[in-house]
């Protein structure tokens, strides 16, 4: 039972990294850029939830979305700002850029919360569920958790397959050019996929605090990395990739920490990317990219 | 319909099309031939706003359209296949189209993609094939029924034969023959100047990034500098 009860978490906290590896793929697949400061939106995004709720005394759900609302107009301005610009410069000068947002976001959110950490309230205020006569308990933020993540793939998945801009985002990925010679404006269509994305990160970052609840300027930092690794495991720019990579890089870490250590724990987790690079560098679900000559 | 008047694009410190003019009049197919590096597919990109000249004019059924943006110019009708075909290999064929239609209002999508059934019945067959599983005839046809998709008023294919067999290369032409019949202008870069200019009512030939020659498809066709150029004496 104990095994099952650890994967089961492991699934949870996995989806928490599925849902931020979206959005970091669903970036590199049209924007061809690592978004580094993709981690910090979903602190942003737990914050905006905090303050919503501890301090406006707002319910949860006004939080949720107030929070979400939040993020997606952050991911705007910050593509607007500091990636559009570079549009066409070299890849290196956008990720420095990436990281420097990434700073920028962390130490605004020093400077208006403070460096006490938090103490984050789950929004679900659901009993945990009981199964096989108590011998298995999972909590319902582990429940909600999951789900949450299977309908946002869902969602996501219906969107690029079914709507018109969803299949315009899939065509600017394959060839920004002839998507601009479709009539794709590709400029709005990049600025819709930092907004989806930098949503689900708030819904993230609200999840994970439901679930640790410690939050910090910097909480969203190590969740990004590690979801980062999960996108790059399961194939980058492929989304069903980043929920199967996400996942299974939940689990990886919550059966390390059980069963092996709790220090060693991330290691394993970087440890997996590694080998993962080693043996298969488009990742599980990635496309091999040939070398052209 | 288009006048192109002394336009010059540069790519970084590169001067790749120097005081370029030239015009397009309703119902013609216009040939642009040259060599490899000459600036046809810059000439074209230019049109179609993927880069942008530094001076001149380009208009299109009296309008400016050197300063709109690629989606706007493909919205009045001008519509251009790229060189290489550049489908999106990992959506189906219909999606393709679909994309094609993009700046369409949804009525008319069904009735173009009857019409460019009819005009590629191949591509109605395999409707559902992820399009990156094509032949390079197929491939092409798509990347044309893409464009048509859009309402050209007037279509700029850019070496629509580059890498196809004989018979397929005809089979294009015959295309695009009955494109032209059909009503649609149209502005053809080929490397392949003999088949270009034997259905070209007029031609330009691009030499490093300037217009050297132009005359009727049949005058370049007999004319001695394009035989010993491009015709192989």
């Known amino acids: 039972m104990e095994i099952l009860a650890n994967i089961i978490n492991g699934a949870s906290l996995g989806s928490v990294y599925a849902i931020i590896a979206l959005g970091y793929t669903m970036v590199y697949g049209i924007a061809k850029m690592l978004n580094f400061a993709h981690g910090d939106v979903i602190m942003v995004g737990a914050y905006i939830c905090f303050c919503a709720v501890s301090y406006l005394g707002l319910p949860a759900l006004a939080g949720v979305v107030l929070s979400v609302i939040g993020c997606t107009v952050l991911g705007i301005v910050v593509e607007r700002l500091a990636y559009k610009p570079l549009r066409n410069a070299p890849s290196l000068n956008v990720l420095i850029t990436a990281i420097g947002v990434s700073y920028f976001l962390q130490n605004a959110a020093l400077i208006i919360m403070g460096s006490d950490p938090k103490s984050f309230s789950s929004i679900i205020a659901l009993p945990a569920l009981q199964l096989f006569d108590g011998r298995l308990t999972i909590s319902a933020t582990a429940v909600i958790t999951i789900l949450a993540c299977v309908i946002i793939m869902v969602a996501l998945t219906l969107f690029t397959t079914k709507t018109k801009m969803g299949k315009a985002m899939r065509a600017c990925s394959e060839d920004r050019d002839a998507a601009q010679l479709m009539g794709i404006n590709v400029n709005s269509t990049i600025s819709m996929v930092f907004a989806i994305g930098s949503g689900l990160a708030a819904i993230a970052g609200i999840l994970m605090c439901s679930a640790y609840p410690t939050l910090m300027p910097t909480t969203g930092s190590m969740p990004g990395i590690k979801a980062f690794t999960a996108a790059v495991l399961g194939g980058i720019g492929s989304i069903p990739g980043a929920a199967l990579g996400g996942v299974l890089l939940g689990i990886i870490e919550i059966l390390a920490r059980a069963y092996i250590s709790t220090q060693l724990a991330d290691a394993v987790v970087f440890a997996v990317l590694i080998v993962m690079l080693l043996i298969r560098p488009a990742g599980l679900l990635g496309k091999p990219v040939n070398e052209k000559v | ?233």
């Open chain 2, 1 to 233: 319909m288009l006048s192109v008047y002394n336009i010059n694009v540069w790519y970084g410190a590169i001067h790749a099309i120097k005081n370029v003019s030239f015009e397009v009049n309703d119902g013609e197919i216009v040939a642009l031939i040259g060599a490899n590096g000459a600036g046809k597919s810059t000439t074209l990109k230019t049109l179609s706003g993927l880069l942008r000249s530094r001076s001149g004019s380009i208009k299109f059924m009296d309008t400016d359209i050197m300063h709109a943006p690629a989606e706007k110019i493909v919205e009045q009708g001008l519509v251009h296949v790229p060189e290489g075909r550049r489908i999106f290999q990992q959506m189906t064929v219909e999606e393709n189209l679909d994309m094609g239609a993009y700046t369409q209002p949804k009525e008319t999508i069904a009735s173009n993609l009857e019409r460019v059934y009819e005009h590629f019945p191949r591509l109605a067959e395999r409707r559902r094939q992820i399009a990156g599983t094509l032949s390079g005839g197929e491939q092409q046809m798509l990347a044309m029924g893409r464009a048509l998709m859009a309402n050209p008023k007037l279509l700029m294919l850019d070496e629509p034969s580059m890498g196809l067999a004989p018979i397929l290369v005809e089979q294009i032409f015959e295309i695009i023959q009955a494109l032209h019949q059909a009503g649609t202008t149209i502005l053809l870069v080929e490397q392949n100047a003999q088949a270009a200019l034997s259905i070209a009512t007029r031609g330009y030939v691009m030499e490093t990034g300037t217009i050297t020659l132009s005359g009727s498809g049949q005058d370049l066709l007999h004319n001695d500098d394009v035989r010993k150029a491009y015709l192989g004496g």
